[in-house]
């Protein structure tokens, strides 16, 4: 029963109507679906942590107290030590729950109410404590029992979805499990792959339970990136192709002080085959790119309409790293957006706009905020962007006309589709890409897409995903501490060269 991860992403509402599909339409029982569930996440344990004899597992109210008796059944069977705290009283449940805790009963599982001053020690514990109903700050004797989960030396096992965790945004409702992984059910749920829910699901298992929901016309919240599907946007180079077949990237930033984020950009630009990179800073910046980097081309400019000339000669721009916001960089700005051209905007760009407050930008723009920059534009507080990224990326692209990428643990790219927004999640990334000029690097990958003649949808998704692949490549090569955006190049090329 166990099935690679899946492209669709559902609310919670959404899963809790697949289950009611598989009920109704498939003819499989609650009660059977929470037994394949405690199955499966049993299974894993045993996978996971192979040496384990030992769990400690945690039961709340509703199905996923009921999912923890059945693992907890099925470990005493197999001569396991289980011990099951509840914070619920048991002869409350209903329903299937209830029918778990019976069967948890008949093997003779020792069962107590949770007591968070009680020693307990067990190689594996499980979080049956709350599921994806979840809608409001966890408080009282179920915040207790996170944190005592959370201050466990053994790996936790959540069931289903972290408990604290929102389904459907991935913040956490005050206090939330930080489980080692997380066995989800039928649909994954989306808020195990953004914000919190990175850092609180560890590793995502899924299981279908056997059932089949293809035809159940379920909304779908977010899809996966598919990077097969993305890569193979690029049709090959044709033999008698030449650099002005591949685009005239132009990179416009690097103020006084803030040279090396535009350089990075540019680079990033060429890696990501631009056919020319050409680099629009101050004349300081022009000096330095050309001995740093002799395949771009640079023109140093004092004012804004300085550029126009070189703008008019590209093909697609990227405008904002080292920006600055200011007259310098408002100028230039102002003539960027006047070249009508493909553009990622990015850093300072996207601060002077909100600073404009209005969004009269190009066809074919991406915007790279970071969860701060969003707030700046969206006119909100960054925790709010961070409450519902996913409605903060929607409510960007509703307001610009935009695709956009925002930035953070699990990137959303949003972007218009008919007459409907739609979202990609990037389940790509780690922490060692936290380091500056990771965000000047992802807008050069996206600005040379757009230059290469993809869409700017098209462009954000691939970027987005590329960039974070490469970031775990090198990671994985040489660890996340120190991890360089200049240290993506390579990977970036490779990744887009389908290798």
């Given at each position: 029963?166990?099935v690679?991860?899946?492209?669709?992403?559902?609310s919670?509402a959404a899963?809790?109507?697949?289950d009611q599909f598989?009920?109704?339409?498939?003819?499989?029982?609650?009660?059977?679906?929470?037994?394949?569930?405690?199955r499966?996440?049993?299974?894993q344990?045993?996978?996971?942590w192979?040496s384990?004899?030992s769990?400690v597992?945690?039961?709340?109210?509703?199905?996923?107290?009921?999912?923890g008796?059945?693992?907890?059944?099925l470990?005493?069977?197999?001569?396991?030590?289980?011990?099951?705290?509840?914070?619920?009283?048991?002869a409350?449940?209903t329903?299937a729950?209830?029918?778990?805790?019976?069967?948890a009963?008949q093997?003779?599982?020792?069962?107590a109410?949770?007591?968070p001053?009680?020693?307990?020690?067990a190689d594996?514990?499980?979080?049956?404590?709350?599921?994806?109903?979840l809608n409001?700050?966890?408080?009282?004797?179920?915040?207790?029992?996170?944190?005592?989960?959370n201050?466990?030396?053994?790996?936790?096992?959540?069931?289903?979805l972290?408990s604290?965790?929102?389904?459907?945004?991935?913040?956490?409702?005050g206090a939330?499990v930080?489980?080692d992984?997380?066995?989800?059910?039928v649909?994954?749920k989306?808020?195990?792959f953004?914000?919190s829910g990175?850092?609180?699901a560890g590793?995502?298992?899924f299981?279908?339970?056997?059932?089949?929901?293809?035809?159940?016309?379920?909304?779908?919240k977010a899809y996966r990136?598919?990077?097969?599907?993305?890569?193979?946007?690029?049709?090959?180079r044709?033999?008698d192709?030449h650099?002005?077949?591949?685009?005239?990237?132009?990179?416009?930033?690097?103020?006084l002080?803030?040279s090396?984020?535009?350089?990075?950009a540019?680079?990033a630009?060429?890696?990501?085959g631009?056919?020319?990179v050409s680099l629009v800073?101050?004349?300081?910046t022009?000096?330095?790119?050309l001995?740093?980097?002799?395949e771009?081309?640079?023109?140093g400019?004092?004012?804004g309409?300085?550029?126009?000339?070189?703008l008019?000669t590209?093909?697609?721009?990227?405008v904002?790293?080292?920006?600055?916001?200011?007259a310098?960089?408002?100028?230039?700005?102002?003539q960027s957006?006047?070249?009508?051209?493909?553009?990622c905007?990015?850093?300072?760009a996207?601060?002077l706009?909100?600073?404009?407050g209005?969004?009269?930008?190009?066809p074919?723009?991406?915007?790279t905020?970071?969860?701060?920059e969003a707030?700046r534009?969206?006119?909100i507080?960054t925790?709010?962007?961070?409450?519902d990224?996913?409605?903060?990326?929607?409510a960007?692209?509703?307001?610009?006309?935009?695709?956009?990428?925002?930035?953070?643990?699990?990137?959303?790219?949003a972007?218009?589709a008919?007459?409907?927004?739609?979202?990609?999640?990037i389940?790509?990334?780690?922490?060692?890409?936290a380091?500056?000029?990771?965000?000047?690097c992802?807008?050069?990958?996206?600005g040379?897409?757009?230059?290469?003649?993809?869409l700017?949808?098209?462009a954000?998704?691939?970027?987005?995903?590329?960039h974070?692949?490469?970031?775990?490549?090198?990671a994985?090569?040489d660890?996340?501490?120190?991890?360089?955006a200049?240290?993506?190049?390579?990977?970036?090329?490779?990744?887009?060269?389908?290798?």
């Amino acid at each position: 029963m166990s099935v690679a991860l899946p492209h669709e992403l559902y609310s919670a509402a959404a899963v809790r109507a697949l289950d009611q599909f598989l009920i109704e339409q498939q003819g499989l029982s609650a009660e059977r679906l929470m037994k394949r569930a405690g199955r499966f996440a049993f299974d894993q344990i045993q996978q996971c942590w192979p040496s384990a004899r030992s769990l400690v597992v945690l039961c709340g109210a509703g199905n996923n107290g009921g999912d923890g008796y059945v693992v907890a059944a099925l470990a005493q069977a197999r001569q396991w030590t289980v011990e099951v705290r509840w914070l619920a009283d048991p002869a409350a449940l209903t329903g299937a729950a209830r029918a778990a805790w019976q069967f948890a009963s008949q093997e003779g599982v020792p069962m107590a109410p949770f007591d968070p001053a009680e020693s307990l020690e067990a190689d594996v514990c499980v979080d049956g404590l709350l599921g994806t109903g979840l809608n409001k700050p966890v408080s009282g004797a179920y915040a207790d029992a996170i944190g005592w989960l959370n201050r466990q030396a053994s790996p936790v096992l959540a069931l289903d979805l972290p408990s604290g965790l929102s389904a459907d945004t991935g913040a956490a409702l005050g206090a939330a499990v930080r489980a080692d992984a997380t066995a989800t059910f039928v649909g994954l749920k989306f808020g195990l792959f953004t914000g919190s829910g990175r850092a609180c699901a560890g590793r995502v298992l899924f299981s279908d339970l056997g059932g089949d929901t293809h035809d159940a016309q379920i909304p779908v919240k977010a899809y996966r990136a598919d990077y097969g599907q993305l890569v193979a946007q690029f049709a090959p180079r044709d033999a008698d192709s030449h650099k002005g077949s591949f685009g005239h990237l132009a990179v416009v930033g690097g103020d006084l002080g803030m040279s090396g984020a535009a350089l990075i950009a540019a680079e990033a630009g060429l890696r990501a085959g631009s056919g020319m990179v050409s680099l629009v800073s101050r004349p300081l910046t022009a000096q330095i790119a050309l001995t740093r980097q002799p395949e771009l081309m640079a023109l140093g400019v004092d004012a804004g309409i300085d550029a126009q000339v070189k703008l008019a000669t590209a093909s697609a721009l990227v405008v904002g790293p080292g920006l600055g916001q200011q007259a310098w960089g408002e100028q230039l700005l102002a003539q960027s957006l006047a070249a009508e051209l493909p553009c990622c905007l990015d850093a300072d760009a996207l601060n002077l706009l909100a600073k404009r407050g209005q969004f009269t930008l190009p066809p074919q723009t991406v915007l790279t905020p970071h969860p701060a920059e969003a707030a700046r534009l969206l006119k909100i507080s960054t925790a709010q962007v961070q409450a519902d990224r996913a409605a903060a990326a929607v409510a960007l692209v509703q307001a610009t006309g935009a695709a956009v990428v925002l930035k953070g643990a699990g990137t959303l790219v949003a972007f218009r589709a008919g007459g409907d927004t739609r979202l990609v999640l990037i389940d790509a990334g780690n922490p060692g890409m936290a380091s500056g000029g990771m965000g000047d690097c992802l807008a050069g990958i996206i600005g040379a897409l757009l230059a290469q003649g993809m869409l700017a949808p098209v462009a954000a998704q691939l970027g987005a995903l590329v960039h974070a692949m490469a970031g775990d490549q090198q990671a994985e090569a040489d660890g996340q501490r120190g991890l360089l955006a200049t240290d993506l190049l390579p990977a970036v090329r490779w990744l887009l060269n389908g290798l």
